[in-house]
């Protein structure tokens, strides 16, 4: 037989210094959250989490529709139990699947496939005036192209597009999308354009599209660069040396030309960061080159 215990049990067992209430239990502060600021006893419904001063702070609304804020973390109770209000979670995780999103996709905006290895290269070709023309169209639509195996190629020029096309020999599998800089009506460009389309070798499988911009440079939106808009070179001058003096960049010769185009294609994120008229051409021409034969 046990003797009985005189003294009851241990009274350092246990949790012994918790509070009457319970230890505080954290919980995130999503939207509709009812709990109650100890010192104050407001009691509201968290309608926002945002960060201010250096500090995260939670606003709650009571029933009367007021709204009050205070500092993220201990110092309330749910249900009459104390909690630790934390940072929401369904936000950052939203945030976090924005951003996976983002990154799901190409700098043109489309969804990016992932794995895709680039096809062999089809008969059509995309032919763009010359190299910084090329660079920007690999820089924002490189992804979709590869996808689609079209190869993008210079020209060196318009001069000579009539030439140009009659050589690549268009047919049935084997389109032609011509991307021209300047392409406005009354211009040198345009005239030549109108005489290369009606040549019977354009007939049916040739493209040819244009953006109004003096060069590719123009269809970076200003703001990129700090500007409102381009600036006007007087005539006379080199349009890219002007645009280069107006930076405050060296432009001496070709190679501060070539450096100064680094620096405006390094500005370039995607899309967004184009004018609309050039993306309505190249995104016309890929699809052109790339519908069934």
């Not at 190299?131 to 993008?152: I, Q, S, T, Y």
């Amino acid at each position: 037989m046990t003797p009985p215990d005189r003294y009851g049990p241990d009274v350092l067992q246990g949790d012994w210094r918790a509070p009457k209430g319970g230890r505080a239990t954290e919980v995130a502060a999503e939207a509709g959250l009812v709990v109650e600021d100890v010192e104050t006893g407001w009691c509201g419904a968290v309608v926002r989490v945002e960060k201010a001063g250096g500090m995260h702070v939670v606003h709650l609304e009571d029933r009367r529709g007021r709204t009050k804020a205070f500092r993220l973390g201990p110092g309330f109770l749910q249900g009459g139990r104390p909690v630790i209000l934390t940072p929401p979670v369904l936000a950052a995780r939203a945030r976090l699947e924005a951003a996976r999103a983002e990154t799901s996709r190409t700098a043109s905006g489309s969804t990016a496939v992932a794995g895709a290895r680039a096809k062999v290269a089809s008969g059509s070709r995309i032919f763009v005036e010359g190299r910084h023309d090329a660079e920007l169209v690999e820089k924002v639509w490189g992804d979709d192209l590869r996808v689609e195996g079209v190869v993008v190629e210079m020209l060196d020029g318009v001069d000579d597009l009539t030439a140009a096309i009659a050589d690549f020999a268009p047919g049935p599998g084997r389109r032609m999308g011509v991307l021209v800089d300047h392409l406005v009506p009354g211009t040198k460009e345009a005239r030549i354009v109108d005489a290369a389309r009606r040549a019977p070798a354009a007939r049916h499988h040739v493209l040819v599209l244009g953006h109004p911009y003096v060069d590719v440079w123009q269809s970076v939106r200003p703001e990129r660069l700090g500007w409102r808009e381009w600036p006007v070179i007087p005539r006379g001058t080199s349009w890219k040396h002007g645009i280069c003096a107006e930076l405050g960049w060296a432009h001496a010769d070709q190679a501060d030309i070539a450096r100064a185009w680094k620096q405006i294609l390094g500005t370039v994120r995607g899309y967004a960061d184009l004018e609309p008229s050039l993306l309505a051409s190249v995104e016309e021409l890929i699809d052109f080159v790339t519908a069934p034969a």
